[in-house]
């Protein structure tokens, strides 16, 4: 029976972690589902691992080449019409596929969903910040500041990757950030308002502790959004904003590291 949901999990390097978010997967109380694993090039343990559950999963070995382009090569071999993310430091809560799968019905103009999550940071239970209040419906405004979508919580119809395209591979970072703008110009984005998903943070060798301004790679997102042609009147305006905001935020950081020509270059491009 071909699978109606692909669930991808993208890895690198992550021993102490890998085998709890495929279990969070396997324990899963709705079934027709197939999980990708794509090892982009761990050099870690990370193989043995895997060796009890390589019967319960289709394993896909690439060099290392980033978060985006393993998310891709599970695109790529995925089966299922609906595609799902899980990060592998990140668990689901048993009911979280059953509760997105029977969304969609419910809601048949709805090609994307995500939910709520429950946050972990070094083992301790926190809460999110306001700035990452989520929101539904047509919400492209409300993810300009920052990312309030977590790959692990989505649920997202194949044919939207055929519209958009899919992670870009040449961010280091934020790449979730730029494909779900893309999305939020052209979808809605629905919001399961229950915790379905339980983020695990500061931990070493996440992205976002590996580089600093992550606000450049979201400039590089938001002058691709300026070049879309179809994007509306309203949305456009917000977007300019915001990349003023973020170029005048870089320019001012770079002016304190002492690197006045970045710092220049970033001014420059908020009075475009």
């Known amino acids: 029976m071909q699978p109606f949901v692909s669930v991808i ?46 019967s319960e999963i289709i394993l896909l070995k690439q060099p290392q080449r980033g978060p985006s382009a393993a998310r891709n090569s599970g695109i790529r071999a995925a089966s299922g019409t609906w595609i799902s993310f899980l990060d592998s430091d990140d668990l689901w809560l048993p009911g979280k596929l059953e509760r997105q799968v029977r969304f ?37 405004r409300k993810m300009l500041p920052l990312c309030i979508v977590s790959p692990s919580s989505v649920m997202i119809h194949r044919e939207v990757f055929e519209t958009v395209g899919l992670f870009d591979e040449t961010l280091p970072a934020c790449e979730d950030y730029d494909l779900w703008l893309r999305i939020g110009a052209k979808y809605p984005i629905y919001l399961i308002s229950e915790p379905l998903i339980v ?74």
Not at 15 to 33: C, G, H, K, P, W
Not at 120 to 140: D, E, Q
Not at 218 to 237: F, G, I, P, W
């Open 9 to 54: 999990i993208p890895t690198f390097n992550r021993e102490n972690f890998i085998l709890a978010s495929i279990d969070s997967v396997l324990q899963q109380t709705y079934r027709n589902f197939e999980l990708i694993v794509v090892d982009d090039g761990s050099t870690d343990a990370t193989q043995k691992m895997l060796q009890p559950v390589l």
């Open 104 to 140: 969609f019905p419910a809601n048949p103009e709805a090609k994307i969903s995500y939910t709520e999550e429950i946050w972990y940071r070094k083992g301790r239970r926190v809460n999110p910040a306001k700035k990452h209040l989520k929101y539904s419906g047509w919400i492209y």
């Open 199 to 272: 983020k695990r943070n500061g931990h070493p060798g996440q992205q976002s502790q590996k580089y600093w301004g992550m606000d450049r790679f979201r400039v590089k997102s938001l002058q691709k959004m300026l070049r879309q042609k179809n994007l509306s009147e309203e949305d456009r305006a917000a977007t300019r904003e915001m990349l003023k905001k973020k170029c005048e935020i870089l320019a001012k950081g770079f002016e304190k590291r002492g690197k006045i020509e970045e710092a220049n270059s970033y001014r420059q491009l908020a009075d475009q």
